[in-house]
C-alpha cells in the first residue's frame, strides 16, 4: 500500500443511512470496506445536537424511522443494532392534525379505535377508513414489491406474475389505475369530515408529494396503514446513537471509517471504476466497486466530469428536478405546551393546517416561487417519547416546513420583504420563524412563556450541511411518477447500475426513493454480496 492510495474492496462515497446499511451488510458479508464522508461525522441527514441549549438533543434534520424498524435490515440485524446500544421508544399515538380554529383529531395504534372515533366525527368515515386499509392489505405483496423491491428483478416480476393470474388483466390494470390517483380524490371521495381528510392529507408531504399528485393517494394510504402498525419509533437519546450503532457494527467487522475527506472525483478507466480520489490527491481504491451515495447532479455532472458518459444521460440529468425546500426549527420549552386537546401531549408528530385545501395551496403557493402564507406546519414532540431528550422536566419541540421554495420569488402573504435575488437570508429566515411561531400560539397560548430558546435552519442553511440536499430539498429530488421507481434519477437506469462498470448510485435520488428505510442500501448491497 503506497502512501497515495488505499485498496479496499468497496469504496462507499457518502455516509447516510443507504451507506450504513449497505456497509454494514457488506462488511458482515466478508468484503473490506470503507466508508468515507466529507463531513466530522457519518449519518448524513441523521444527526443530533444541542442547537438550543445544553442538555437539549435535537435531531436537526429528520427524526423518526418507521420505515427503518419495519424493513429487512432491521429484522437482520436487530441483535447486532441491540447490542450496539440502539433502542427505540414509541407511542400509540403516532399523529395528530390541529386546525387553525383549535378542532383536532388523532391516530392511534388501534384500528377498532380509530374506526369508532372517525365515525363519531362524520358517520361512515370510520368504516370508509377501514375499507382503505383492506385494500393496502389486499394488495401488500404487490405494493410494497414494487415500491420496496428492486423494480428490474425476478422477485418483482413473479409478483407481478402472481397478480396477473389471480386477478387477470382486469384486475392488475384496476390495481394500476387506483395505484395513480391522487391524494384529494381519495379523501373526498371517502370522508365526509374535513377533519378527517386534514388528518391524512398533510401525510403526502413526507413523501415529497403534495395532496393533488399523481400517485399520492396510494402513498396516503400506505401511510395511514403503516402509522397504525408501526407508530412513530425515534431512538432513545438521539438519532445520533443509531449512526453509532452502524459505526460500531463497521467497525468490529473490519469496516474502515474516514471522516472529514472530500471526494472529489470517482476515477475511470476503461469504463470501469477505479478510486474515490479525495480531495488531498489520496486514492481510495475499490476492487470490487465504489458506491456513491450522492446527488444524481454531483454524481455524473461533478465526480464523473471526467468520464466518457452518454450525452443523452448527460442531458437526463441535467435536467433532473429538485424538489421544494425544507425548514427545521427547533424548540427548547421550560413545560409542554397547552394545546386544545390534553391527548395531544401524546402524540408524535402533529399537523397544524387548515386542511386538504391549505394543504394544496402551500404546496402550489411553494411550487410556484412564493413563501406560503399558511404553512403546514410538522410539529413534532419527541420528549412526549424520550424525556432523554431533554432535561429532567423539560422538552423540545421538532418543526418541519416541508413547502418552501428553494428559490424564492415572493410571498404570499405580503408581510415578508423579498430580495431581487430570491436567496434565503438570515433575515427572510427569522420573519417566517415568527409567522409560523405567531401560528403555534394561538394554538397553544403558553408558547411564548415556555419558550426557552429556538434555533432555525433555512433551506440554505440545510444545504450547507448537507450537500446532496440541493436547495434544502430533503428529498433529494421530485418524487412525481416521472421521476420516480423506473425512472429514478434517468429513465432508463436498471436498479442502482451507473453506465460505468463496478460503479453503484444508491441514496433518495434512486429507487426506492428518500425515507429513512435503508431501502436502496439494502438492494444493493444484495447484489454486490
Known amino acids: 500500500m503506497s502512501n497515495t492510495s488505499q485498496t479496499f474492496d468497496f469504496v462507499i462515497v457518502g455516509s447516510g443511512i443507504n451507506s450504513l446499511v449497505c456497509a454494514a451488510r457488506l462488511a ?11 463531513n466530522d461525522r457519518l449519518g448524513g441527514c441523521i444527526r443530533t445536537d ?12 429528520s427524526g423518526f424511522h418507521p420505515l427503518f424498524v419495519s424493513s429487512p435490515t432491521y429484522s437482520e440485524l436487530n441483535n447486532e443494532l441491540s447490542n450496539a446500544g440502539l433502542k427505540y421508544c414509541n407511542t400509540p399515538y403516532p399523529t395528530g392534525v390541529i386546525l387553525d380554529d383549535g378542532r383536532s383529531l388523532v391516530l392511534e395504534t388501534n384500528r377498532q379505535a380509530n374506526i369508532e372515533r372517525f365515525n363519531s366525527v362524520a358517520a361512515g368515515d370510520g368504516d370508509a377508513y377501514a375499507r382503505a386499509l383492506a385494500s393496502v392489505e389486499k394488495d401488500a405483496e404487490l405494493t410494497f414489491s414494487l415500491l420496496g423491491g428492486a423494480v428490474w428483478s425476478f422477485p418483482t416480476l413473479k409478483v407481478l406474475g402472481k397478480t396477473f393470474v389471480s386477478r387477470g388483466i382486469g384486475g392488475l390494470t384496476d390495481y394500476f389505475g387506483s395505484a395513480i390517483g391522487n391524494c384529494r380524490t381519495w379523501l373526498e371521495g371517502d370522508f365526509n369530515s374535513e377533519l378527517v381528510r386534514a388528518l391524512f392529507a398533510p401525510w403526502v408531504l413526507h413523501a415529497g408529494l403534495g395532496p393533488d399528485a399523481s400517485m399520492s393517494g396510494l402513498m396516503g394510504r400506505v401511510m395511514a396503514f ?19 450503532a452502524f459505526e460500531a457494527i463497521i ?29 488531498s490527491g489520496l486514492r481510495y481504491i475499490g476492487r470490487k466497486g465504489i458506491i456513491c451515495n450522492v446527488a444524481p447532479t454531483q454524481l455524473y455532472l461533478h465526480l464523473l466530469r471526467n468520464a466518457s458518459l452518454d450525452s443523452g444521460i448527460i442531458e437526463q440529468i441535467r435536467n433532473y428536478r429538485y424538489g421544494r425546500g425544507d425548514m427545521q426549527i427547533h424548540l427548547a420549552l421550560k413545560e409542554p405546551l397547552a394545546w386544545p386537546d390534553p391527548i395531544l401531549q401524546k402524540v408524535a408528530m402533529l399537523h397544524i393546517t387548515p386542511g386538504l385545501d391549505g394543504v394544496s395551496r402551500a404546496v402550489n403557493e411553494a411550487d410556484c416561487g412564493m413563501l406560503p402564507g399558511t404553512a403546514t406546519i410538522v410539529a413534532a414532540q419527541p420528549t412526549a417519547l424520550d424525556p432523554m431528550r431533554a432535561p429532567n422536566g423539560k422538552h423540545i419541540l ?10 424564492i420569488k415572493g410571498d404570499a402573504a405580503g408581510e415578508i420583504t423579498i430580495g431581487s435575488d430570491g436567496v434565503w437570508t438570515p ?7 415568527q409567522r409560523i411561531l405567531q401560528r403555534l400560539e394561538k394554538l397553544a397560548p403558553n408558547l411564548r412563556n415556555a419558550l426557552l430558546d429556538v434555533k432555525a435552519l433555512s433551506p440554505t442553511d440545510i444545504e450547507k450541511l448537507n450537500i446532496n440536499l440541493v436547495g434544502g430539498d430533503p428529498y433529494c429530488g421530485v418524487c412525481s411518477l416521472d421521476q420516480f421507481m423506473l425512472w429514478r434519477p434517468y429513465k432508463g437506469v436498471r436498479n442502482h447500475r451507473t453506465p460505468i462498470k463496478n460503479l453503484t448510485h444508491i441514496g433518495a435520488s434512486t429507487h426506492p426513493g428518500p425515507g429513512l428505510g435503508g431501502g436502496s442500501g439494502f438492494l444493493a448491497s444484495e447484489s454486490l454480496k
Do not use: C
Request: negative net charge; without cysteine.
Open 28 to 38: 458482515i458479508a466478508g468484503h473490506k470496506v470503507a466508508v468515507i464522508e466529507r
Open 50 to 61: 444541542e442547537l438550543t441549549l445544553p442538555g437539549f438533543k435535537h435531531d436537526t434534520l
Open 226 to 244: 403503516s402509522l397504525e402498525q408501526l407508530g412513530m419509533p425515534i431512538v432513545q437519546g438521539g438519532s445520533s446513537h443509531f449512526v453509532a
Open 251 to 279: 467497525t468490529s467487522h473490519g469496516g474502515e471509517i474516514f471522516k472529514g475527506t472530500h471526494i472529489d472525483e470517482i476515477e475511470v478507466a476503461n469504463n470501469v471504476a477505479q478510486s474515490a480520489v479525495a480531495s
Open 398 to 407: 421538532w418543526i418541519q416546513l416541508q413547502e418552501l421554495p428553494r428559490k
Open 427 to 433: 433575515n427572510i429566515r427569522d420573519a417566517y420563524v
